[in-house]
């Protein structure tokens, strides 16, 4: 890029050519003051002004033509120019001097931003004691819609006014009653806190090209406002780019989240997923970068795509405009599109390490530590005591929500990296030590039904949850006898009862604790549950099984309350009222749990040498960061370790476990294949009127009648223009991270040297101590400031200061010890009296 030679208050700087003087002045790392631009902005003129905007049904129109005026702040002095030039919209030209502040400039600044003040609370800004306030009392008693907002403390106009300095004829602020939306999707508008500086219009039509947003001249003030009566009438994309560039508390998140990068959809994914890429990816057409995407994290991506309880969903943004991006079911589209065992996969060709590590469990968490552990060269063996690898995957869910074949395909898959598989191969943990592993990951699965005492559950006919899954998954033959009742609300009462009417026939009866909000089982199943015949009795607890050798009926007894106060589970009856269902067979679905039976060796004798792990009833105790266990060589995941019982969990945990191994084994612990190339995501959104109403594209399946006759997979999955749709709808909250950051003015922090200390007052006031890295380290009102901070320089343990004079310093400085303990929950070292370190 060619450059130019200018000028920068006396510093010779080469900028590149086509620049503002303002873009050069930031690139030169030096501060400017500007409200008006904004670096992820555009330095071409501002859009024009339309014909009307609309706050609410109230419609908005021009009393003049557009002025030409902006904020004023960025002005300069340039040689050879009696005026001041505006630096966001001077080009750079060789030869160019230019002087950033002087006496003019600063009286300049200062008009101008009295005139945007005249408009906009800021009574606070002129406080002395804002710091730490509250807000909510006010000893000046200033109205308190006359305050400023909760953005006090970190507000960008604060900043700025707090460097140019608040001129002392300032009018002041008298609130004008403009409209405030609260009931929208997503944003907060409060026009009372427009400063007009018209970044948000530049922002949707200029870098978005989206255009909900216009503005139009009354007086000499840019009034803004949505094109339409509502953003969703607008054609508003909710990207959120508005309230990113806004200065002001004008335009704020209703819920706010910190990392831009990883919107509350990827945030929510216990497998820290990629979810914006892929989504966006499938929108583009690119299904093979999308798998990748996926499969960089999951390998198991078919199979979550049907099972997952996609907690990414809930976390959506897209929800609070009307329905979640079905995220999961696109999962499954892709994950189908591209199959495991294709060509999209490359290997790591990771060499040898020369470790053997077992694995206890071939279910999602142990598959997955081992798939990522085979891909990092370690020898992985895998034991699991059934006759096929899958666990719960294979065994425990019903065949028409995940059918076997989906499953098999994707365990292939994993098992062709290299892993040995010992099926029908129970051992024990002393065994493994004994044969000398480096190391094991223990990932046995809840596999056996919780059971409670019950009356008349030791007659024939009466089975549990899990073990009655299996048994239909391995295709045994089950005597059941109609009519069958089902006891519980989960997700796997709910695979029964639905594999029972596919068995058996109607009527099926499900029996549950919980209330009907209560159940604990996906809203989805329950309600396909219903469509399906199925009867759900809610708040029932099992009283006894009846019967004489054989099942006759069960009876409950009405259940008032599950949780206590404290939100744990202790159910209280009414037994005064009671309900009696006929029945043939009776399956108890109550819950599940772990089998820790294999910590002991099968000679109580053997193996004494190798210490026990901690376990804490059924759950072995491990480390959270790492989930080693307190043997060393020792880890454990899933719901053996407590793990949320989800299969999103139990991946995550033998994610974690693999990185911890491997780095326990002397690797990296990294264990995420790179990606290839693929295109990136547009700043540009367009047009589309349509947007913000589009729903979600509903799931195509098999209708109610037919579905019931087999075990056919009852979701069919979206095509592939379905799929694109749904794509579409993503809001790409991600783009908001590229948004930069605006420059705040420079820190007025001083070097702690005898020179900067020469240039303080030799008066009372506060200063305030950093240590190398600019961290606050004490907080101190003083009689003599030249000579505190004399001792302090003396005393070596301080890098950096800032003064300011106060007569009140006492007062002073527990306004600022306030501030702090609110923003860091702790005072500074020095002002800890538990701490000598001054």
Wanted: neutral net charge; proline residues 7%.
């Amino acid at each position: 890029m060619r450059t130019v030679s200018i000028t920068l208050d006396g510093r010779d700087v080469q900028a590149p050519q086509g620049r503002t003087i303002l873009q050069a002045v930031r690139e030169a790392g030096l501060y400017l003051p500007a409200l008006c631009s904004h670096p992820s902005l555009p330095s071409s003129p501002l859009p024009d002004s339309i014909s009307q905007v609309y706050r609410g049904k109230e419609m908005i129109c021009p009393d003049l033509p557009d002025p030409t005026q902006g904020c004023g702040l960025c002005a300069v002095e340039t040689d050879g120019e009696e005026s001041l030039s505006r630096a966001c919209s001077t080009m750079v030209r060789p030869g160019l001097s230019i002087r950033t502040t002087s006496e003019q400039l600063n009286k300049l600044r200062q008009q101008n931003l009295s005139r945007i003040l005249a408009t906009h609370p800021h009574a606070c800004l002129m406080c002395a004691q804002r710091h730490g306030c509250s807000r909510t009392q006010c000893s000046s008693n200033v109205p308190e819609n006359e305050r400023c907002c909760d953005k006090l403390g970190h507000c960008e106009l604060e900043k700025l006014a707090d460097y140019i300095g608040i001129a002392a004829n300032t009018p002041r602020y008298r609130f004008a009653d403009l409209p405030i939306f609260r009931d929208e999707p997503l944003y907060a508008r409060n026009y009372n806190l427009c400063i007009g500086c018209l970044r948000c219009i530049r922002a949707c039509q200029q870098v978005r090209g989206v255009g909900a947003i216009g503005y139009v001249w009354v007086g000499d003030k840019a009034v803004v406002g949505t094109r339409a009566a509502s953003l969703g009438e607008a054609g508003c994309k909710f990207c959120g780019t508005c309230v990113e560039v806004c200065p002001t508390g004008a335009l704020r998140d209703k819920s706010p989240y910190s990392d831009k990068a990883k919107p509350p959809c990827r945030q929510a994914c216990p497998v820290d997923v990629d979810i914006p890429t892929y989504v966006r990816l499938i929108a583009q057409g690119d299904m093979k970068s999308s798998a990748a995407v996926i499969r960089q994290k999951l390998p198991f991506a078919a199979t979550l795509g049907r099972i997952c309880n996609h907690p990414c969903e809930t976390a959506c943004r897209r929800s609070e405009v009307n329905d979640p991006i079905a995220i999961c079911s696109l999962k499954r589209f892709v994950a189908d599109a591209v199959p495991a065992n294709g060509p999209h996969r490359t290997t790591w060709g990771a060499k040898p390490t020369g470790h053997d590590v077992a694995i206890i469990g071939a279910g999602p968490s142990g598959l997955t530590a081992a798939f990522y552990l085979a891909q990092k060269g370690h020898s992985v063996h895998v034991f699991e005591a059934l006759p096929e690898a899958g666990g719960m995957l294979r065994y425990g869910l019903a065949e028409y929500r995940l059918p076997t074949h989906v499953v098999r395909s994707e365990i292939n898959a994993i098992l062709r990296t290299g892993i040995t598989l010992h099926a029908n191969s129970p051992v024990t943990l002393p065994e493994l030590q004994q044969n000398g592993f480096q190391a094991i990951y223990v990932a046995a699965g809840a596999s056996r039904s919780k059971r409670i005492p019950l009356e008349g559950s030791e007659l024939p006919g009466v089975y549990w949850g899990l073990e009655f899954l299996r048994a239909a998954r391995s295709g045994e033959k089950i005597d059941l006898r109609r009519p069958v009742v089902v006891v519980g609300g989960g997700n796997v009462a709910m695979d029964v009862a639905r594999t029972v009417l596919r068995l058996a026939g109607a009527p099926v009866y499900v029996a549950c604790l919980e209330s009907r909000h209560e159940m604990p089982a996906f809203e989805s199943d329950i309600e396909e549950a219903l469509a399906e015949g199925i009867v759900i009795e809610p708040s029932w607890g099992p009283k006894r099984i009846v019967g004489n050798g054989s099942i006759r009926a069960i009876d409950f007894v009405s259940c008032t309350s599950v949780f206590n106060e404290q939100k744990q589970f202790a159910p209280e009856f009414d037994p005064s009222y009671g309900m009696r269902l006929e029945a043939g067979s009776v399956i108890l679905a109550i819950g599940q749990t772990t089998d820790l039976s294999f910590l002991k060796a099968s000679d109580a004798g053997a193996h004494a040498e190798f210490p026990p792990v901690a376990t804490k009833g059924p759950v072995i105790q491990v480390r959270e960061d790492s989930l080693a266990t307190c043997v060393p060589g020792v880890f454990a995941g899933g719901d053996v370790a407590g793990g949320f019982p989800s299969v999103a969990t139990a991946i995550a945990m033998g994610r974690k476990a693999a990185a911890a191994i491997d780095r326990y084994l002397g690797g990296d612990g990294e264990i995420d294949e790179p990606l290839p190339a693929f295109r990136a995501a547009s700043d540009w959104l367009g047009t589309d009127e349509e947007f913000p109403g589009r729903r979600r594209t509903p799931m195509p399946a098999v209708d109610v009648l037919s579905r019931v006759e087999d075990f056919t997979e009852v979701a069919l999955g979206f095509d592939r223009s379905a799929a694109m749709a749904e794509a579409q709808r993503c809001l790409q909250c991600t783009l908001r991270a590229r948004i930069a950051a605006v420059p705040f003015p420079p820190e007025l922090w001083l070097e702690l040297n005898a020179e900067s200390i020469g240039t303080v007052p030799d008066c009372e006031g506060v200063i305030q101590l950093l240590n190398s890295a600019k961290e606050v380290v004490q907080i101190s009102g003083t009689a003599n400031m030249r000579t505190a901070l004399m001792q302090h320089l003396n005393a070596g343990q301080a890098a950096y200061f800032l003064f300011e004079e106060e007569k009140l310093y006492t007062k002073r400085e527990s306004e600022l010890l306030q501030t702090y303990l609110g923003s860091h929950g702790k005072l500074p070292k020095g002002n800890d009296l538990s701490d000598d370190l001054f």
